[in-house]
């Protein structure tokens, strides 16, 4: 179902996903250009979700997907902002929060969300983030190393990235986050099993973010499915 949120910046769409009580995960896709490799992916974890009797909500983050919101003008602040926003739309009690299921740089965005616990996939540190980006930036060949984009008068700096014109400040304030910690709520950390840092699980699957199209694991989604529904009713014991 589509459904949409309010935030201080405007309105955002989200889907939403199986019954309308019981546990709750709210799924954040990564920033910018893995947010389009990772979405069909990210349907389909929710709906396996649904399946096994956990709702879900995948909301669109400012300046993303189909966000009317002008990524130009997005701060990593009000980014995190709709994100608590869509969390309290939900309307749930102190005593019922939803648990937070983010990928890659989305686990960069659930800060303020009031939240049951968090379970990561492949989470990404906004200093590895902007690394990639830069990587990205320069082996362009329509902007060539160090370019920056053409600049609209009266605007931040802005840094074009894979047809993304993202504001400097947004990369600089990335720079110091991290992705995991949050603390003393619930944490599970799930990684792909050739992944170097740690995790409370390693599961076999595709790194669909490196991918040049968007694609999809339909198997590697029910794997996680299971293992945020397992996760979920340990937490709720």
Same mark, same amino acid.
């Given at each position: 179902? #589509? $459904? ?21 995960? #709210? ?14 992916? *990210?349907?389909? &974890?929710?709906?396996? &979700? *649904?399946?096994?009797? @956990? ?13 009317? /919101? ?14 608590? *926003? ?40 906004? $200093? ?10 320069? /082996? ?12 609209? @008068? ?6 074009? +990235?894979?047809?993304?014109? #993202?504001?400097?400040?947004? &990369? ?16 599970? +950390? ?36 299971? $293992? #945020?529904?397992?996760? +979920? ?5």
């Amino acid at each position: 179902m #589509i $459904d949409q949120y309010v935030w201080r910046g405007g309105k955002e769409l989200m889907l939403r996903f199986g019954p309308s009580e019981g546990p709750l995960a #709210i799924v954040t896709l990564p920033l910018f250009e893995e947010a389009n490799r990772l979405r069909a992916f *990210a349907v389909t &974890l929710c709906r396996a &979700l *649904a399946d096994a009797g @956990v709702a879900s909500v995948l909301p669109d983050v400012p300046g993303q997907g189909e966000s009317l /919101t002008d990524l130009r003008s997005c701060t990593l602040a009000n980014m995190r902002s709709a994100m608590a *926003a869509a969390g309290a739309a939900l309307g749930r009690s102190d005593r019922n929060l939803p648990y937070s299921v983010a990928l890659r740089s989305g686990a960069l965005l659930d800060q303020d969300l009031a939240k049951a616990g968090r379970w990561l996939f492949a989470p990404q540190s906004g $200093d590895n983030l902007v690394q990639v980006l830069d990587r990205i930036r320069r /082996t362009s060949d329509r902007l060539g190393p160090g370019a920056s984009g053409k600049q609209d @008068v009266g605007t931040p700096p802005l840094v074009e +990235i894979a047809g993304n014109r #993202i504001p400097a400040r947004l &990369l600089e304030s990335l720079r110091a986050e991290r992705a995991d910690g949050d603390g003393d709520l619930p944490q599970r +950390i799930v990684r792909l099993s050739h992944a170097f840092q740690p995790a409370d699980q390693m599961v076999e699957g595709s790194a669909l973010w490196r991918r040049a199209e968007p694609g999809n694991d339909p198997t590697l989604a029910a794997l996680l499915a299971s $293992d #945020i529904v397992a996760w +979920i009713a340990a937490c709720e014991r």
